[in-house]
């Protein structure tokens, strides 16, 4: 979900302004999926009934949920600036933009 999202942020740049576009295709393409080729977790079935269990009894955003429902089957944290769009989801969260670096 997040290579989707990801990829739909570049093909958007892409449309609108070609040499930013270019820039951001190099950073996914060479940067971000070599580095996580083999780090990526799949959509699976488990992930699926979590990810429906999330909407009731109030439908979430589809996308976050599969984000969340991956993050719970993997027993994993999500680490987001938008930590109020997985609030009541039931996962770990993380902004780093909220945290003190010293």
């Known amino acids: 979900m997040t290579l989707f999202e990801l990829e739909r942020g570049v093909q958007s740049m892409e ?13 996914l393409d060479d940067q971000v999926m070599t580095t996580y080729e083999n780090r990526t977790l799949p959509l699976t079935r488990a992930v699926a009934l979590i990810c429906a269990g999330l909407h009731i009894p109030d439908p979430k955003s589809e996308r976050d949920a599969w984000i969340a429902a991956t993050a719970i089957d993997a027993s994993l944290t999500v680490v987001s600036r938008n930590v109020d769009d ?17």
């Open 15 to 27: 449309r609108r302004d070609a040499k930013q576009g270019a820039a951001l295709r190099r950073w």
């Open 86 to 102: 997985f609030a009541g989801m039931g996962v770990g969260l993380i902004n780093p933009f909220a945290l003190d670096v010293m």
